[in-house]
């Protein structure tokens, strides 16, 4: 056997089958088919292991803020051993590190149900192969399992076959493929065994090649396998798929980079603690330790990852009403960080069903009220309504179009008419039917007698009908313009005929080049009566002609609205296509996303750019074309180097690298491929790109919400900090423990944050431009604001130890004036969780929309923490004291004074924005993301 050819288009097919030492007619023997099977193995991809669930789970502790909490937990553990006091019960003894245990435990636990995903996208790739396949051996054809195939190998491939292995078709009859899966083309793929291509030529245009994953749609063919497994098209991507990781989220990458300032910013502080308890004395060594670890756990935000969890968790809801269902977690928020998004044409900007727009005669060009001939649509004549009965040249041009078609169509379940068969014969047939000329009751009393097939060099075909008494002949030729013209010489106007001239050529040639700059796929028809149907070249010469059908896939008018909302949120679209670019660059314009001085790329012209060319330009180009998988991922790559958040549509095989690499890859739920769908983090199930626009605005919602739930957390944490701190200071001071700081973190303030992980979205959330991934989690306002109220909170804190002792609880003791801090520290928060849903905005404000899980989740977590004190068991656990009515009193008074301070701040806030948007606001407001 040969070495592997790196291509085969660039040879004849007897090239080919010498390079294998095959005959068409033989093929291999089973005795060199089994030789080969074992050296170059199965016909199939090969499977990768996914990683074990222990390995998925021993991961979540890997977290730089999981291991501190670990450590804080090492320490408070030893300290219960050697320095507890022994009167305490198991539980009270061990309840800080019990608690911190638990805590980590949570988190890795909902880490590791979010993160344990199969990589199913090689797996997709070799169902695909589950098949038969019909091969040649010792001149007898026979089916063997498509895994048994190897190179030389001769198959047969009828209608309805998917294509076993990459091929070099040997004979063709009439054959067309179903590439979508592998190339994007929207359209069956006319093949033809005997062209020799250039050895350039794209995978798109390999008209003498087959590829594995693809389906014969119609006629015959005989092919070589030219490789099989890994060696193939479909082999190549999901390798691709193989080495590529995915990379983090912006989110991700957000919290880890955030996760670690905090860390350090906590271990700082509490080494800084330890050592000034150390040089000041007055301390034990343990009660250092548990005092640095309070501190640790004070400023850690121990409920961000699960908060941060939930909240995108219930954006996968929301999400999922509408449209988009999403496989990934920080995908939801990655949506709203998105900067491009790269478009599949076919089904996503346009409906994926191919419609008669326009119709022409010599006379007239006609179009319909609603775009399309389907959907309501009457027939206009200059833009007013007409009908075929009044016009003889179109009522014989749509009756001669239904009749040379094989494909079929009925009413579907809803009543709309659908069909089989080749997309274009679809279109004309339903166009045929909704005009009220069925092509059933045309064909009523003609019978057919002959065709001549289409085929790549002749682009025409016709068919030959019988009808009438005497048995009158009649051939009905449809195809390229060019190629019809060609073969006419009368022409229908009006109600009659006449000799076709020089000047009509040029007026149908300059109609035809029109509609074609629309977009739209224009086809060719004529008729004529002949003699005899033995004579196929007389079938098809000396015709007459009677007009121009044009076909298109029609843009979703709700898509046209999804781009516009689009370029008011600063976000570019751009089409990958397997189209060609005239029609890319043709729906680009009708879409209004393609601009004086855009760039429309052609894979060939991708392949001869460099990568560093390919980045420097890759802003101004607003459709690629004809490209391959491996184009695709550069694509995507190129706009990641620019700085740029991608998000990725595809549903063919060929969109699955693309699809891994980008930021998000967005899969199509109808009619797309599993290998697409589990390369993607999500899944439309309408495949609408205005379901990706709706999709982004909740992403942003979710963004925002987070940075909400964050500043609340953090701002509480610093006071908590800030209280702990200031005890060092005081050896007669009992420091909160780590377990009344963890209940405050994560029970108390838990559920106002989720509450403020579902507030409503703001007002023109979608006029605002992405928010850059270089920005970080928290912009300057949520610092200041951030920073104000942790003083605060610290500062209320610190004031419960420093009342006077006539004012503490249980005669004044050290335990009262902790009990009386840890309850301000834990009501205080809920007042606050409502001051974090805007910086400016009051809360009294018509703009913010009611939160009623806020309320639900506020008064949730106050009755909790009064349980802490109201049930007397809980009292050792937690190391509290009862409060009397004049310490309810207080503490009532102290967390409701923040709202006037905080409302004063705003109101002085709105007033410096006004004072310095008064000259000229308007760009910079577009340049930055507001808060309300």
């Not at 804080?72 to 022994?86: G, I, L, N």
């Not at 050895?199 to 994953?213: C, E, I, Q, S, W």
């Not at 335990?815 to 905005?841: E, K, Q």
Request: glycine fraction near 8%; charged fraction near 20%.
């Amino acid at each position: 056997m040969p070495d592997p050819a790196p291509t085969w288009h660039d040879r004849t097919v007897a090239a080919a089958a010498q390079s294998f030492g095959v005959y068409l007619e033989q093929g291999l023997g089973e005795g060199k088919a089994a030789a080969e099977l074992r050296r170059v193995g199965p016909n199939e991809l090969p499977r990768r292991k996914p990683p074990s669930a222990w390995k998925v789970f021993l991961a979540q502790f890997l977290n730089p803020l999981v291991l501190s909490l670990l450590a804080a937990a090492a320490v408070a553990t030893v300290a219960a051993v050697w320095h507890a006091d022994p009167t305490l019960g198991f539980l009270a003894r061990y309840s800080d590190a019990i608690a911190i245990l638990l805590i980590v435990v949570l988190n890795a636990a909902i880490g590791y149900v979010q993160e344990r995903k199969a990589e199913r996208a090689l797996e997709s790739l070799q169902a695909m192969l589950t098949f038969n396949a019909r091969v040649v051996r010792d001149g007898q054809e026979r089916v063997v399992p498509a895994r048994e195939l190897v190179p030389g190998d001769v198959v047969v491939l009828e209608a309805g076959d998917h294509v076993p292995a990459d091929v070099r078709l040997g004979e063709s009859s009439d054959c067309r493929t179903d590439e979508s899966p592998l190339t994007g083309e929207s359209t069956p793929v006319e093949k033809d065994a005997a062209r020799v291509l250039e050895p350039d030529t794209t995978l798109a245009d390999r008209v003498n090649m087959a590829f594995m994953g693809t389906m014969a749609v119609r006629g015959r063919a005989r092919a070589i396998v030219v490789a099989t497994g890994v060696g193939t098209e479909i082999g190549r991507i999901g390798k691709l798929i193989g080495e590529i990781s995915g990379g983090a989220s912006p989110l991700e990458q957000r919290l880890a980079r955030f996760s670690r300032q905090i860390l350090f910013a906590c271990l700082a502080l509490s080494v800084l603690l330890f050592a000034f308890g150390l040089i000041r004395g007055g301390f034990t060594v343990w009660g250092l330790l548990l005092t640095a670890v309070s501190l640790a756990v004070a400023g850690i935000p121990e409920g961000l990852p699960a908060i941060t969890t939930i909240t995108l968790a219930l954006g996968m809801q929301r999400m999922a009403r509408r449209g988009a269902l999403i496989r990934s977690l920080p995908a939801v928020e990655t949506l709203g960080s998105a900067t491009v998004i790269c478009t599949d044409k076919t089904g996503t900007l346009t409906l994926n069903d191919m419609q008669v727009r326009r119709i022409a005669t010599l006379r007239h060009e006609y179009g319909f009220t609603e775009g399309t001939c389907v959907g309501g649509g009457a027939l206009t004549l200059d833009g007013r309504p007409t009908r075929l009965a009044e016009h003889d040249d179109l009522r014989e041009l749509v009756r001669a179009s239904v009749v040379p078609n094989h494909a079929v169509v009925r009413p579907g379940p809803d009543g709309k008419l659908a069909g089989e068969g080749d997309p274009t014969e679809v279109a004309i047939l339903i166009c045929g039917a909704n005009l009220g000329v069925p092509r059933d009751s045309v064909l009523d009393e003609m019978s057919l007698v002959a065709s001549n097939p289409f085929d790549s060099d002749r682009r025409r075909m016709s068919l030959i009908f019988q009808s009438g008494p005497s048995g009158e002949l009649t051939s009905y030729v449809k195809g390229g313009v060019g190629e019809i013209l060609g073969r006419c010489d009368q022409v229908r106007d009006g109600p009659g005929s006449r000799t076709l001239t020089e000047e009509d050529r040029r007026r149908i040639h300059e109609r035809a080049e029109a509609m074609a700059e629309q977009a739209l796929r224009v086809l060719g028809v004529a008729h004529r009566h002949i003699e005899s149907h033995a004579d196929a070249e007389a079938a098809e010469s000396g015709l007459e002609f009677l007009g121009l059908i044009g076909m298109q896939d029609p843009p979703r008018p709700e898509a046209m609205a999804a781009i516009r909302r689009c370029r008011d949120a600063g976000i570019k679209v751009v089409m990958i296509t397997g189209d060609h670019a005239v029609t890319a660059r043709a729906i680009a314009r009708e879409m209004q996303f393609w601009e004086e001085g855009d760039l429309a790329v052609t894979g060939q012209e991708l392949e001869r750019l460099t990568d560093d060319e390919l980045t420097e330009r890759i802003e101004r180009v607003r459709v690629f074309a004809r490209v391959t998988a491996e184009q695709k991922l550069r694509i995507v790559r190129a706009w990641k180097k620019r700085g740029g958040v991608v998000a990725m549509t595809g549903d063919g095989v060929n969109d699955a690298p693309a699809l891994r690499e980008a930021d998000l890859g967005v899969a199509m739920g109808k009619g797309g491929t599993d290998v697409a769908r589990e390369a993607a983090k999500m899944v439309l199930t309408d495949n609408n790109f205005a379901s990706i626009v709706a999709a982004v605005e909740e992403g942003r919602t979710i963004l925002r919400n987070i940075r909400k739930s964050i500043v609340f957390l953090l701002s509480s944490n610093a006071g908590l900090a800030l209280t702990v701190f200031f005890s060092v200071f005081f050896p007669s001071l009992l420091v909160l423990t780590p377990l009344q700081i963890l209940w405050i973190n994560l029970v108390t303030n838990g559920a106002p944050a989720l509450g403020l992980g579902v507030d409503p979205p703001e007002p023109g959330e979608m006029a605002n431009r992405p928010r850059p991934i270089a920005a970080g989690l928290l912009d300057p306002d949520d610092l200041w604001f951030l920073f104000g109220f942790g003083l605060l909170i610290g500062a209320v804190g610190i004031g419960s130890y420093l009342l006077p002792p006539s004012l503490l609880p249980a005669a004044a003791t050290a335990a009262g004036s902790r009990t009386l801090a840890f309850f301000s520290l834990a009501f205080l928060p809920l007042v606050h969780a409502f001051n974090c849903r805007a910086r400016r905005a009051s809360l009294f404000s018509r703009s913010l929309s009611p939160n009623r899980f806020l309320w639900i989740a506020v008064l949730s977590s106050a009755a909790l923490q009064l349980l802490a004190n109201l049930v007397v068991g809980l009292h050792g656990v937690f190391r509290v004291v009862p409060l009397g009515p004049r310490d309810w009193l207080m503490l009532a008074a102290a967390s409701l004074a923040v709202l006037p301070v905080w409302e004063l701040a705003k109101a002085v806030l709105r007033a410096r924005d006004r004072a310095r948007s008064a000259p000229a606001s308007a760009e910079s407001n577009t340049n930055r993301m507001p808060n309300p």
